[in-house]
């Protein structure tokens, strides 16, 4: 057997192996920017810039019922089911991919009954083999063998690459989906306290509503008082009591959607009167840094993975325009009989090294690989979009965040004069100095700076939340794994 070129060839083409065609990755630098307000702007009360929020960023809230509920959603929603389970398979994917590049071993066996049809190949007349016909044998066959594509040029490791990057882009968009959730958990409580005051200051409003409607009655049977201010606050009863069944309306469809994001049904969601007077704001929230964010928030190492693909497949296009080889053995046992299968002398062999090369696609080879470097281009863009966007929201909350300051603070001292006016009114009207519209209108006033107040709370509750979601709170980004 001369197996010395065959052997010269395995060797020649081992040095090359170590070639890998199309561009390495490299990450994009973080961006220069050290802020994301105006020069000279002062940071916004509550703010602390640096690394970032931590794990758990809804405990700063102070309220156990909300961290129960954000925890369950965590563990049952079935959006995060599903992308876990889509994130189990682009690492199994993975890990198909990285087989390839090891040696292919496979085994058969076969077991035939044959008849050789003698007259198709000229045979006639008597056969001394078969005088009765044409022969008939049993043949029964194993062997195995082994493959081994040497990847001249790096094309099965770039394909790894890729789908290493993918599986990444997986995992980021699966964190994503985790701090996505825990935030639509914290807004949906919070949307739930803010309705639960709205109802407590409706149901107020009624009391004082009907405290109106029997002091007219009685000024009216004491001769006092007229039809007209009896039926004016009557009317505005009426109307009063009409919110309350859009309220109830809204808190039961807000409860519903919470127990869809916790992964339960609305008869067993559990309870849910968290109230914004036993909410508290947290004392420093801590928000990463431009050169911090970039390297933490999962939709920004999303789109750099993604672009860690799209890098990768110019090097799988690249190698496709070069030559293959691949190296492989077979051996086969093949015998008449079950018991000569372990002889020597029914046993066959085969090495063999293949070379493909391309010679002419009509371009095609060409256009994929150009076509890979356009999507590359695209993902670079669609990665500096992403972290321009995310700079933006940064940048709107911070703003957010000094703007809520100050529209609490103004929405105090209007229900501090409204609550005022409404006491001076009704003392006025009770002896008898103003009549019952000026009780109404200062009522509507206090109703209004009440619910004003409440929106302002609320909304400020709100985007102390978003900015922790926008700052990728809740996550430590964990170093990407090497490829395979």
């Given at each position: ?15 090359l192996a ?49 961290d ?38 496979d ?38 063998g ?19 990057a993918?599986a ?20 949906q ?50 109307a009063?009591r ?95 009989a ?26 095609t ?12 281009r ?29 529209s ?42 009440s ?24 996550w ?5 794994p090497?490829?395979?």
């Open positions: 057997m001369r197996v010395a070129p065959l052997i010269l060839t395995a060797v020649a083409a081992a040095a170590g070639c890998t065609v199309g561009p390495d990755f490299a990450r994009p630098q973080a961006p220069a920017a050290s802020g994301y307000q105006p020069a000279g702007e002062a940071a916004p009360p509550r703010v602390a810039f640096g690394d970032g929020p931590e794990q758990h960023w809804w405990t700063a809230f102070g309220s156990p019922q909300l129960a509920l954000v925890d369950q959603a965590i563990a049952h929603n079935r959006s995060l089911a599903a992308s876990n389970a889509t994130l189990a398979a682009s690492r199994d994917e993975v890990r198909a991919i990285a087989g390839r590049r090891l040696p292919q071993v085994a058969n066996a076969r077991a035939d009954q044959q008849q050789v049809n003698l007259a198709a190949f000229g045979f006639s007349g008597s056969n001394p083999l078969a005088p009765g016909g044409n022969p008939e044998f049993n043949l029964y066959t194993v062997g195995g082994v493959s081994y594509d040497l990847d001249l040029f790096g094309g099965l490791r770039r394909s790894v690459e890729q789908s290493a993918q990444e882009a997986q995992q980021r968009q699966t964190e994503a989906a985790h701090l996505s959730i825990a935030g639509q958990v914290v807004n409580v919070l949307t739930i306290a803010a309705l639960n005051a709205q109802i407590a200051t409706a149901r107020a409003l009624l009391a004082d509503d009907q405290r109106n409607v029997d002091l007219t009655q009685k000024r009216r049977t004491g001769g006092e008082g007229t039809l007209v201010e009896v039926l004016n606050a009557q009317s505005q009863y009426a009063d009409g919110d309350l069944p859009q309220l109830d309306q809204q808190l039961a469809e807000a409860r519903h959607l919470l127990a869809t994001l916790i992964g339960t049904t609305p008869d067993t969601l559990p309870p849910t009167d968290v109230a914004l007077d036993r909410l508290t704001l947290p004392a420093t929230i801590p928000v990463a840094l431009p050169s911090a964010l970039v390297h933490r928030r999962p939709d920004i190492l999303q789109a750099e993975a993604q672009l860690h693909a799209a890098t990768a497949a110019i090097g799988v296009a690249t190698a496709r325009l070069y030559p293959d080889i691949t190296l492989g053995a077979t051996l086969t046992q093949g015998a008449p079950v018991g000569d299968l372990v002889r020597n002398a029914f046993r066959g062999y085969d090495l063999f090294a293949g070379l493909t090369a391309p010679i002419f696609h009509g371009g080879l060409k256009a994929e690989r150009a076509a890979a470097v356009d999507r590359a695209a993902s670079q863009a669609r990665y500096e979009q992403t972290v321009l966007v995310a700079f933006s929201q940064v940048a709107d909350l911070l703003s957010a965040m000094r703007n809520d300051t100050r609490v603070a103004d929405q105090q001292a209007s229900v501090a004069v409204a609550e005022r006016s409404r006491h001076l009114s009704r003392r006025s009207f009770e002896v008898g100095n103003s009549g019952i519209l000026q009780v109404l209108e200062t009522e509507r006033l206090y109703q209004r700076a619910n004003g107040l409440v929106v302002a709370r609320t909304r400020q509750f709100l985007n102390v939340a978003r900015l922790y979601v926008a700052t990728a709170g809740g430590i980004a964990p170093t990407a090497p490829a395979p």
